[in-house]
């Protein structure tokens, strides 16, 4: 993660899991910064060893080592929200390991419920949830909730989203390379929105000129890729050199977080509301899990794609769950599925990811010669 | 290598609970071949109410833990695997998905095992009833319900984060418990029987309010039953709580305990240290680790697993009030609120048991237990001053567990309350 200087008079807020009410936490003045996907793959994780086990997911244990570090002195507040067993008692460690260090760090917190909306409504507990995040948020930024602010922010938001929306259609098209095109979407990760819709409407301008005929010519097949993390840069690289083309993406830090936006955002509850009722179905996202596998397979059928990976998260249960259900319903639609696990430190061992990926691509390239 | 030694003096009534889970589980095949509906469950106690619709209530972690502790788990976790689980999953989500995999004939049973045991009669409905915030139950509820092709209903007590976010998690319950409640009617095909639920709720008072007795008798020093007699009569409190019988059960459990304290008789003879365990059984060793701690005069004597998860407010459970019972004693509880809270509640509990050290045993397919064992350890570790040590271990996979490992900590954890004793 790129840490930022702080600008001016906003706070910086960090956030996790990944999809936080990054427009109200906007609205309040304050600078809202993702903690997802941070790039010290292979960096050592000295401080969160003291209070996280080895077998704790690279996710947890690379944020924990960010806000325990030096680098989390860049932070001014947290927000959470839960997702998995890990992330939900995540934020007391972190409060605990701070207090340790002579720190602290206001947190505000609110819950989305976990049961799917085919089965109970728990709209009313989350709005109000929500405007008790307000009450919090106003505290944390010494100012209070605007209704005007908070649309300004959602228009800003919307931007940014349909941007990286529109970056999309290269990618399904094959005509960039997966690597690239994920390393400067990444980038524009941690940057403040309004920096980020620059950024993105740069990237807009120069993907609209590319041609990429010669990938389109060295593709043995099509592929998706899917995973709560984004794949180190190396490792997407790899996909490139078999001869992958990604053709959707199905990241949680990419497509399933710019996905969705509320049209109406006049209120805060409703909006929250409906943008965690109807966000794109997301393994961190427990309310989704039932349209989940649907959700991926329509990807696949509607990009055309000959296969699947997993860029799987070690020690993510809720992922260890829904691959072999995914894997079984791809089957049933004549798509082969490679699953990979990533731990801390696993960048490292790139050579074996290689023989897998490479091998995944011959098997796909013999199918689609055969068939 | 197993520590041979002299072992603790286990309960006489504890050692029939096995026979009991057992005769339940073939009771359960026998009366669904017969046309009962069975629900398959996971997690805490408010499953409860599906005895109040006249089903049958198959609950997998005590089935699960049962075979483990028989060394009877492979079979359903070896089918786990074939169906592309990892081995770091929950090791009970794991062997339950496995069994049914098994019971849909997903996954062939090895001829040369008991069909009994293994084959478990397919479910009509699946209720998950997560505790402590647990999000795994989510998932293993889906996964077992799409392998069997069955409804799931997800029943979510809420964390407190705030003292003042139990009213709201009670209330959000109940309304959840009514949710649940429909769908057992659709299921059943028949209204709710109130009259049935209260009934049930007499012997789940009865018995919830004798193991509350027992754990307080032994705050007894030596204390006349230890955590793994403990953990052993979960059962009556989970699986088979509000059956009849279990009330009997427990009160013979109270009488033999009531008279080893009148005798001074404690679970370990001459028990020299008295000891907290932090995590969930790892219930393929349950005899190994009793035998273990008792040859060094180690007796441990409780922990929250034991002690703090199932229907632990016997305070709460007012028969004509079948629903609140249920709220109060999956929300309120010491689990289901933040770190500080249980560092305090621990604390206070350390204290009552009169805990000389501290044994964190990882269960490392659990997050949900897992991760704030530090926190937990250097909160209470600091309160009282008193040491701790870390094992390894797992509620069901016996491969995260090693005899060297524990054999090495549990005596310098034993050397640390000496050298603290002898200053």
Redesign the interface.
């Known amino acids: 993660m790129n840490s930022h200087p702080k600008r001016g008079e906003r706070l910086i807020i960090g956030c996790f899991p990944l999809y936080p009410p990054v427009e109200l936490i906007h609205s309040l003045g304050m600078t809202p910064v993702v903690m997802w996907g941070l790039d010290s793959a292979s960096a050592p994780t000295k401080e969160s060893d003291q209070h996280l086990q080895a077998f704790t997911c690279s996710i947890a244990r690379r944020l924990t080592e960010f806000v325990l570090s030096e680098e989390g002195r860049v932070l001014d507040g947290l927000v959470s929200y839960n997702a998995c067993d890990t992330l939900r008692n995540l934020p007391e460690i972190l409060q605990a390991g701070l207090r340790q260090r002579g720190r602290e760090l206001s947190w505000a917190h609110f819950h989305v419920p976990m049961a799917p909306r085919g089965q109970t409504d728990s709209s009313e507990y989350l709005r109000n949830e929500i405007h008790s995040l307000i009450g919090a948020l106003e505290q944390q930024a010494g100012r209070s909730f605007s209704a005007d602010s908070f649309r300004e922010s959602v228009e800003l938001h919307r931007r940014a989203r349909s941007l990286a929306r529109i970056l999309e259609a290269p990618l399904a098209d094959g005509r960039v390379s997966f690597a690239h095109w994920a390393a400067a979407l990444q980038r524009t990760h941690s940057l403040p929105v309004e920096e980020q819709i620059l950024e993105l409407e740069g990237l807009v301008q120069r993907t609209a000129s590319t041609g990429g005929d010669s990938l389109r010519r060295n593709t043995t097949a099509r592929i998706v890729v899917t995973g709560i993390e984004p794949p180190a840069p190396e490792l997407s690289a790899l996909i490139d050199q078999a001869g992958l083309a990604v053709v959707g993406n199905d990241m949680a830090s990419m497509a399933r977080t710019y996905g969705y936006m509320p049209a109406d955002s006049s209120d805060p509850g409703d909006y929250y509301v409906d943008f965690y009722a109807n966000h794109k179905a997301c393994t961190t996202l427990l309310h989704t899990a039932d349209r989940r596998i649907e959700a991926v397979v329509d990807l696949v059928k509607e990009r055309g794609a000959d296969g699947l990976i997993l860029f799987g998260t070690k020690y993510c249960e809720y992922e260890y769950f829904e691959f072999p259900l995914l894997e079984d319903r791809l089957r049933d639609e004549g798509v082969a599925a490679l699953a990979l696990d990533f731990a801390v430190g696993s960048v490292q061992n790139q050579a074996a990811f290689q023989t897998r990926i490479e091998a995944f691509a011959e098997m796909l390239g013999n199918q689609s010669h055969n068939g | 290598m197993e520590t041979q030694v002299q072992g603790p003096s286990l309960l006489r009534s504890v050692s029939r609970i096995g026979g009991m889970m057992r005769a339940s589980f073939l009771d359960i095949k026998r009366q669904a071949a017969e046309g009962k509906k069975v629900v398959w469950v996971n997690g805490l106690p408010a499953f409860l109410l599906a005895r109040g619709a006249g089903a049958l209530v198959l609950h997998a972690e005590g089935l699960i833990a049962g075979m483990a502790a028989r060394g009877e788990e492979k079979p359903f976790q070896q089918a786990a695997e074939s169906?592309?689980?990892?081995p770091?999953?929950?090791s009970y989500?794991r062997s339950f998905t496995g069994a049914a995999l098994i019971a849909n004939g997903d996954v062939p049973l090895d001829e040369s095992l008991d069909r009994d045991r293994y084959v478990m009669p397919r479910p009509d409905l699946y209720i998950n009833v997560p505790g402590g915030?647990?999000?795994?139950g989510?998932?293993?509820g889906?996964?077992v319900a799409?392998i069997c092709n069955v409804p799931v209903?997800?029943?979510?007590p809420?964390?407190n984060?705030e003292r003042s976010d139990v009213a709201?998690n009670i209330e959000?319950f109940i309304r959840?418990q009514m949710?649940l409640i429909s769908v057992l009617e659709e299921i059943t095909g028949r209204p709710y029987d109130w009259d049935l639920l209260k009934t049930v709720f007499q012997e789940v008072k009865r018995a919830i309010t004798l193991r509350q007795e027992i754990m307080n008798l032994c705050r007894a020093i030596p204390a006349p039953a230890s955590f793994f007699d403990m953990v052993a009569s979960i059962g009556p409190v989970c699986h088979l709580v509000g059956v009849p019988g279990t009330g009997d059960l427990l009160q013979e459990m109270k009488d033999e305990v009531e008279e080893r304290v009148a005798k001074g008789e404690g679970s370990v003879p001459g028990e020299k240290y008295r000891l907290y365990w932090d995590g969930i059984m790892t219930w393929p060793r349950l005899g190994v680790l009793a035998r273990k701690f008792a040859a060094l005069g180690a007796c441990v004597v409780a922990g929250p697993y034991s002690h703090m998860i199932f229907l632990p407010r016997a305070d709460k459970i007012d028969p004509e009030r079948p629903l609140e019972s249920i709220a109060y004693n999956l929300c309120d509880t010491t689990l289901n609120y933040?770190?500080?809270y249980r560092v305090e509640a621990i604390t206070r509990f350390c204290r009552e048991y009169a805990i000389d050290g501290m044994v964190m045993s990882?269960t490392?397919?659990?997050?949900?237990i897992?991760?704030?064992?530090?926190?937990i350890m250097?909160?209470v570790g600091k309160a009282l001053q008193i040491p701790a040590v870390m094992i390894g271990g797992d509620s069901c996979d016996p491969r995260f567990y090693s005899d060297a490992q524990v054999d090495t900590r549990l005596q310098a954890l034993l050397e640390a309350i000496e050298a603290k004793r002898s200053n």
Do not use: I
Request: hydrophobic share 30%; aromatic share 14%; net charge negative.
């Open positions: 169906f592309g689980l990892l770091d999953a929950c989500a915030g647990c999000g795994t989510r998932l293993w889906d996964t799409t209903f997800h029943l979510e809420r964390v984060w709201a959000d959840q949710e933040d770190y500080r990882e490392q397919t659990c997050r949900g897992n991760s704030h064992t530090f926190a250097e909160g």
